[in-house]
């Protein structure tokens, strides 16, 4: 069965540094890796995606994610941190077998002025 | 345009009662999902549908969970017998097409239950 861990419960980060949102997964065969964002009162909403293809994926609102099979990592970066992203993130993963999806536990993102 | 809304927002009911919530997800979208979401984790998988049908169900923890989509447009999460542990958010998304969770899912704002 597919897992999820993000090995952070909270990063913090100055507004204008980049940010790193740590991910890494376990799958049968070829993974397929997704992250969203929770607004507070906001409904999560989808950023990003790896499917196949090119390692670097780049998302909503100035985000990227680095695919990197002999890690099992899907870390999430963006090169100037915003207070505005200051959010719940979430990572997820599907495997090639199954229709469901597992999301990891979250990680609390808060970038200071 | 119209997201996906969740109806009630809030449900409290007692131990031993029977619940449903319901999901009108985005219109055109074959594909709804249904998550739970307790406090400080992430939402966990319950059921997958693509149109009426349901896909996956795997992640349905037990009998007293059920969920219907007659017509491919609105669902509905049914749970009997709630139980304390049941008290969670639960999420609803739909997506476009037939590659399932492949496709960005839009997720409503949840119903939070709470089962006394």
């Known amino acids: 069965a597919q897992s999820v861990a993000q090995p952070e419960d909270q990063v913090n980060v100055a507004e204008g540094n980049p940010l790193t949102v740590k991910c890494t997964y376990s799958?049968?065969?070829?993974?397929?890796l997704f992250w969203y964002v929770q607004y507070p009162n906001r409904g999560l909403q989808f950023l990003l995606k790896?499917?196949?293809?090119?390692?670097l994926v780049k998302g909503s609102y100035g985000f990227e994610a680095e695919f990197n099979k002999s890690q099992t990592s899907f870390h999430l970066k963006k090169p100037s941190a915003l207070v505005s992203d200051s959010a719940l993130y979430f990572c997820?993963?599907?495997?090639?077998?199954?229709?469901?999806?597992?999301f990891g536990p979250g990680t609390r993102l808060s970038v200071l002025p | 345009g119209a997201g996906v809304s969740q109806t009630p927002s809030n449900k409290v009911t007692e131990k031993g009662k029977y619940v449903e919530l319901r999901c009108d997800p985005i219109?055109?979208?074959?594909?709804l999902y249904w998550y739970r979401q307790s406090l400080g984790q992430g939402p966990e998988f319950l059921i997958y549908?693509?149109?009426?049908?349901?896909?996956?169900d795997s992640g349905l923890p037990n009998d007293r969970f059920f969920a219907v989509r007659p017509e491919g447009s609105v669902s509905t999460l049914k749970i009997q017998r709630t139980e304390r542990g049941d008290s969670a958010v639960y999420l609803c998304?739909?997506?476009?097409?037939?590659?399932?969770?492949?496709?960005?899912?839009?997720f409503g704002p949840g119903t939070r239950l709470t089962v006394l």
């Open positions: 219109s055109g979208h074959t594909a």
């Open positions: 549908f693509q149109g009426t049908g349901a896909a996956d």
């Open positions: 998304a739909s997506s476009y097409g037939t590659s399932g969770p492949l496709n960005e899912q839009f």
């Open positions: 790896y499917i196949t293809g090119d390692n």
């Open positions: 799958v049968s065969g070829n993974p397929y």
């Open positions: 997820a993963v599907r495997d090639n077998y199954g229709q469901n999806f597992v």
